[in-house]
């Protein structure tokens, strides 16, 4: 019992170690010519160039959990996981610039497609020094929330936008998205009874408050406790964890639940008051006693206006009005892979396709900057039939430079 709590307590603390980690990493290195302001109450940051190639990069960022205070510009959002800044590599590459906070935060995605298109229409009066023109290409890209955004966006508005890159965002189906974070919880009060407070569509605000404090600590240990629980868990709800990283299946338990604590009140009242999330004839497979885990599992039934409201406001179409490239990790566990192949089924019946680079390896959005610029220039590609000029500058390393020839060799940017 002793090591077993040594264990446990070894691990937590590695947890609070990494968290602080990120914190004190979470901001980004800014090009000097980047400005703050506002815009119809959203911030607004804009980066130019030293010699501006006349396009235009937006960067759409992901879910930022309500607070009560005025929406900021996630900063730590602003960079990659290997510490790379975006800002700084699109302005190394001649482009300039912008990304706004959205007026709102919380589930952003109507707001976020219609303040990006303000933001555009406001980038010759509001950069600094002012452009000389018009830019002439303007490419939108974005990050999990900002991924179904930016997919909206090129369907919708291609007056606004050239093109987009939408990276980990759930751009299949936004319902079934849902559905997984729901399922993830509800399987994991059967599994783990009692340990979170409320339920999967009603989880109390005290959580959230004592989330980092008193639960990650408690599930922590529970799953160190019932390993072959967590298994279970992870098997029924599909949730991809890295099977040669073990505590990859802890972190992604952690990060599911995080969604389901933190933004289930804000999708309800953003939908009405209405709960989204239906398991009411789901059947559950993959546990030591499925006969069991149907009969007592937590069941919810869904409000037929916050489905319709999903139906008509929040999911894809498919009918892209521009190009769209997708980046998106084949193990990605808060986001699954499985909504490329939905959206390139969405896409076939208007002829459409759309260029997905799979990406194999476990994570979030956990994207390396090579990949990111093969995504990027495969836009450029679709929307200009040019290269992506000197990418390979702006990259770090030589180890980088060689990953981005290799891959831009592979899709079919260099000969």
Known sequence: MKRRAAVCGAIVLGLALASAALATASTPVLPDSCKGGSLDGAQTLICMPKAWNGDLVVFAHGYVAPTGRPPVIP?????????????????????????????????AILEGVGDLEKLVRAFPAIADPPPDRLPDHVYLVGASEGGLVTTLAVEQAPEAFSGGLATCGPIGDFR?????????????????????????????????????TTYVPRITAAFLRHPARLDQLLRVARAPYDPNEPQTKIETALGVLWYNVFATADLKAK???EN?????????????NDFRLNLLVDRFHADEGALATIQKD???????????????????????????????????????????????????????????????????????????????????????RRRYRSLARMNGLQR
């Open 75 to 107: 900063l730590d959002q602003l960079q990659l996981p290997d510490g790379t800044s975006i800002p700084a590599v699109v302005t190394g590459l001649g482009f300039a610039f912008a990304t706004t906070s959205y007026s709102v935060d919380g589930l």
């Open 276 to 288: 989204p999330y239906d398991n009411s004839r789901r059947l559950y497979l993959g546990s030591g």
């Open 314 to 400: 929040y999911q894809t179409s498919g009918r892209l009005a521009g190009p769209l490239v997708t980046l998106h990790t084949t193990a990605d566990p808060i986001v699954p892979y499985w909504h490329e192949p939905l959206y390139t089924l969405k896409a076939l019946p208007s002829g459409l396709l759309h260029a997905n680079l799979p990406v194999f390896r476990y994570g979030h959005c956990s994207f390396r900057a090579e990949e990111a610029l093969v995504g990027l220039g495969l836009l450029v590609l679709e929307v200009e039939g040019r290269e992506l000029l000197n990418a390979e500058r702006v990259l770090p390393t030589s180890a980088a």
């Open 271 to 273: 939908l009405g008051d």
């Open 176 to 212: 079934r998205q849902i559905d997984y974070v729901g399922d993830f919880r509800v399987l994991f009060d059967y599994f783990f009874p009692r340990l979170i407070a409320g339920d999967a569509i009603d989880p109390p605000e005290v959580t959230q408050q004592q989330w980092d």
